[in-house]
């Protein structure tokens, strides 16, 4: 027995030196520093063209921002000229004016200040109460093609001195649309601040037909489409990252026949019917399709003498904007446009066995959908319900690599989730002594050669050094607005756990922030007045009752766990068998009054009147309403 415990305690030895080897040669491993790498933005258009009646844009990209296409009827302007005049009817402020149109400048205007009252072909903001009389002369003689952005009224003139006398009406209509007017003097104006004149001229507002925008983030070459209507000019306005500019089109013109696709927007596993006629080509037909500029299918027609038509069936597994066009000898005689959408289902988090998924259209939340989703090779399916794009699954997973079988609109997408987390014990009970000693090896060696830790320091220097970063407010608050954009969560509270989603994601390129960290951040930001919080949420000041905010997410989230379909209407959420909301709403079927605990509804209770009280209870004993605390909210679903 000796022999064997001496035997024992050598093979104890020799593990542990075995482990100190291993410690001693992972310590000797120095971890890099791991800095963000960063690139330069980019943009460039590579190609303006019509589809049907649409505008597009091919372009190159990469970093983070917005595109914002704008159909104009007239040709845009990049310069502006200001009128200072020293007669202008309180004008006190016109600094204030310059500095808001200056920021124009870093799109590429040209922003001059002047005090020449005469008009040529260009931008003119004339904020002087009363317009010029030789400014006024300009427009009623033709002398100019200009258009000016005037602040004043319509029946003043400066003239040596002001008079009165009602110009405006005396414009022709041609004339008239080459002023836009707004009421009062440039210090009202100002004080307002109801308009930004920047804005309004980057837009060409009084000339738009339509407009939309796009966030963009990562790069790649892609296509933005925009509906054109009687638009002759399309602006392209890019601000991604530091970024700035605008590219304006040559004047657009639109094919006289159309060929459009039924439908015209499909999915993936979807087809559409291209079926049109021609009447005569010069020579021979081409049918073309490209997406993001490149041609992915050319067929030959052939030449038409008399009328014939012509069916192509369309599909296709990649998302974007497909143009389609025929050409003959004499160029492109018919144009058309297929949008494939992307459908795109991702995991986003997971709490024990829930687990939030993003299920979005081209970027936009998917909205009151119903889904079906097995697992595996089951066939069993359970129903969930998609609302404001978030998906919550509750599941319990074996270890590996498991498969979610979601069925949605007319298909089903399986989507592998790897589940790592094996219970300690089980493993031990698995492999025994030896897989012991691999969790120690593997323990300390994983502390030692994983990524950094960083620790974020919160100040308002900005420094780099190893495993730490000093950021300042702005950069905490701007990672706080933008996990709530990526979520689309609006100005719905988040949890520290998002929060700390976001810096990584933002702030540490990836690398992992203690809990304890992330909460002390939340609670600096509260304490300095930028945060609100109500249990373990948070959101910015000045967005309202942060406890209400809280508790509506907190309903909306045990909703969806739950699997209960819900809208949302006038600050309640309503489902087929009550509403749930707060004291004091009005319930037009069973209420569900949510309040912290039962020490909050006795506290509503007893500041009540003798025939309020007697009101309520008469309700509570009809079953019409009842007070459940939130953390109760889930048994009575």
């Excluded at 010029?132 to 100019?144: I, V």
């Excluded at 003043?156 to 041609?174: E, P, V």
């Excluded at 399916?381 to 509750?394: A, C, M, P, R």
Aim: glycine share 8%; net charge negative; with cysteine.
């Amino acid at each position: 027995m000796k022999l064997l415990n001496i035997v024992i305690g050598l093979l104890i030895i020799l593990m542990l030196l075995l482990g100190g080897v291993v410690a001693f040669l992972l310590l000797s491993i120095e971890p890099e520093d791991i800095l963000p790498e960063t690139s330069p933005s980019v943009f460039s258009i590579i190609e303006i063209g019509t589809a049907a009646d649409n505008a597009y844009t091919v372009f190159n990209y990469r970093g983070e921002g917005n595109i914002t296409l704008v159909g104009l009827r007239s040709e845009p302007y990049k310069r502006v000229t200001i009128l200072n005049d020293s007669q202008a009817i309180q004008a006190t402020k016109f600094q204030q004016l310059v500095d808001d149109i200056k920021t124009l400048e870093k799109y590429g205007y040209e922003v001059v200040v002047t005090n020449t009252t005469t008009i040529g072909d260009e931008l003119y903001v004339i904020p002087t109460g009363a317009i010029p009389a030789s400014t006024l002369f300009s427009l009623q003689q033709n002398t100019s093609n200009g258009t000016v952005i005037y602040i004043g009224e319509r029946d003043l003139i400066l003239s040596r001195g002001i008079k009165q006398q009602a110009w405006y009406n005396s414009l022709s209509q041609g004339q008239a649309e080459r002023i836009v007017q707004y009421d009062g003097t440039l210090d009202d104006f100002i004080d307002d601040g109801s308009i930004s004149l920047a804005q309004e001229i980057l837009m060409m507002t009084w000339t738009r037909n339509s407009n939309s925008t796009t966030a963009l983030s990562g790069n790649g070459i892609t296509t933005a489409v925009l509906p054109i209507e009687n638009n002759n000019y399309l602006r392209i306005i890019y601000e991604i990252d530091d970024l700035y500019g605008i590219h304006d089109s040559e004047p657009l013109t639109l094919t006289e026949d159309v060929v459009n696709p039924e439908p015209q927007e499909v999915f993936p596993w979807q087809k559409a019917t291209l079926f049109f006629s021609l009447n005569k080509t010069n020579g021979t037909a081409f049918l073309s399709i490209k997406k993001d500029g490149k041609e992915i299918k050319r067929d030959l027609l052939r030449r038409v003498t008399d009328e014939n038509v012509f069916l192509e069936k369309l599909q296709y597994e990649e998302p974007g904007s497909y143009i389609i066009s025929v050409d003959d000898n004499s160029g492109t005689v018919a144009t058309g446009y297929l949008h494939v959408k992307d459908l795109d289902i991702s995991i986003v988090e997971r709490s024990g066995t829930s687990y939030l998924f993003s299920v979005t259209i081209d970027g936009e939340p998917v909205q009151n959908t119903d889904v079906y989703i097995s697992l595996g090779d089951s066939e069993q399916k359970k129903k969930y319900f998609v609302t404001d794009g978030s998906l919550v699954i509750n599941a319990k997973l074996d270890p590996g690599i498991n498969t979610f079988n979601i069925d949605i609109l007319g298909t089903t997408i399986p989507l592998e989730y790897e589940n790592r987390q094996e219970n300690l014990f089980d493993f031990y009970i698995k492999y025994g002594i030896p897989g012991l000693l691999v969790i120690v090896i593997v323990y300390f060696g994983a502390r030692i050669s994983k990524r950094p830790t960083y620790r974020l320091r919160f100040g308002d220097g900005v420094a780099l050094i190893r495993q730490e970063i000093r950021i300042p407010t702005a950069s905490a608050l701007e990672s706080f607005r933008k996990i709530r954009r990526d979520m689309n969560l609006g100005s719905t509270p988040i949890t520290p756990q998002e929060f700390s989603i976001s810096l990584k994601r933002y702030l540490t390129n990836g690398a992992d922030i203690t809990e304890g960290n992330v909460d002390e951040i939340l609670k600096k930001l509260v304490k300095v007045g930028h945060l609100e919080n109500y249990r373990d949420y948070y959101q910015l000041s000045g967005e309202g009752n942060v406890k209400k905010n809280a508790l509506c997410r907190m309903i909306r989230e045990k909703l969806i766990q739950n699997g209960t379909m819900f809208d949302e209407r006038a600050g309640k959420f309503v489902t087929k068998d009550c509403e749930i909301g707060f004291f004091g709403q009005r319930f037009t079927k069973k209420g569900i009054i949510i309040v912290e605990d039962k020490a909050e509804a006795r506290r509503i209770i007893s500041h009540l009147n003798d025939d309020e009280t007697a009101k309520l209870e008469i309700m509570q004993a009809n079953d019409m309403v009842e007070f459940v605390a939130i953390d109760r909210l889930e048994d009575v679903l």
